[in-house]
């Protein structure tokens, strides 16, 4: 199974950038990079996902270096709303048979925005 | 809103006894699973049921048990309940049961066992 690797915490200062990276140095071809977060006990949240090019939607941006080892999620300008645990999650890390690829998260980035 | 539903958003009972939590889908999804968040191991996948059928199990204890029922909503059964079943139990739903597809997660039922 593929597994990630991300810092267990990250600062980041209202208004700026916020810059969340994710090692995945055993990702297959097939596999995607997708990015949750959960803010305080509510119910993760989809943000973005990608294979091999990088993303951009209303919420974030997502990296993916060349050979596809790791990736960086970027919130362009961060609030105090975006302060949240962020879960990379490398998809179809197990598959269980006919048509079920399972999430398994990690424990995340616990993001901080400052005012 | 994700627009999955869950209820209810709180439930204290005591050891022993047998609850049921209950999930509606996003409308148009066909998948529903089942997750449970404990302090002490993180978000855990349970089961997966794609229009009806059951799909995957994951770290689901015997004495829980799940069924998605043909209007797909589904319901998480747990019983015997132990002071170790206290955790945040999430329900997630999407249309697909193939990648890439998001999942869609509602805000939860937290579980006390008294």
């Known amino acids: 199974d593929a597994k990630t690797t991300q810092p267990p915490s990250m600062d980041c200062a209202e208004g700026r950038a916020a810059n969340l990276p994710c090692n995945h140095s055993t990702i297959s071809g097939n596999e995607y990079v997708y990015w949750y977060r959960q803010i305080h006990s509510q119910g993760p949240q989809y943000i973005i996902h990608?294979?091999?090019n990088n993303e951009t939607n209303e919420m974030a941006s997502l990296i993916i270096t060349e050979d596809r080892k790791s990736s960086t999620l970027i919130l362009p300008h961060a609030t105090l709303r975006d302060t949240a645990v962020y879960y990379c999650i490398v998809y179809a890390v197990q598959y269980s048979g006919a048509g079920s690829y399972q999430l398994t998260f990690g424990k995340g980035t616990k993001l901080s925005v400052i005012p | 809103d994700s627009g999955v539903t869950q209820t209810p958003k709180h439930l204290i009972t005591a050891t022993g006894q047998r609850v049921t939590l209950r999930c509606s889908p996003r409308s148009g999804d066909l998948s529903v699973y089942w997750y449970q968040q404990s302090l002490d191991q993180g978000l855990q996948f349970l089961i997966q049921?794609?229009?009806?059928?059951?799909?995957a199990k994951g770290n689901i204890l015997e004495r829980f048990s799940a069924q998605q029922f043909p209007d797909l909503h589904s319901e998480l059964n747990l019983s015997s309940l132990e002071l170790g079943d206290s955790a945040l139990y999430f329900c997630?739903?999407?249309?697909?049961?193939?990648?890439?597809?998001?999942?869609?997660f509602g805000p939860g039922t937290r579980l006390t066992v008294t």
């Open positions: 997630a739903s999407s249309k697909r049961d193939t990648p890439p597809y998001e999942q869609y």
């Open positions: 990608g294979l091999k």
């Open positions: 049921y794609y229009n009806g059928e059951e799909r």
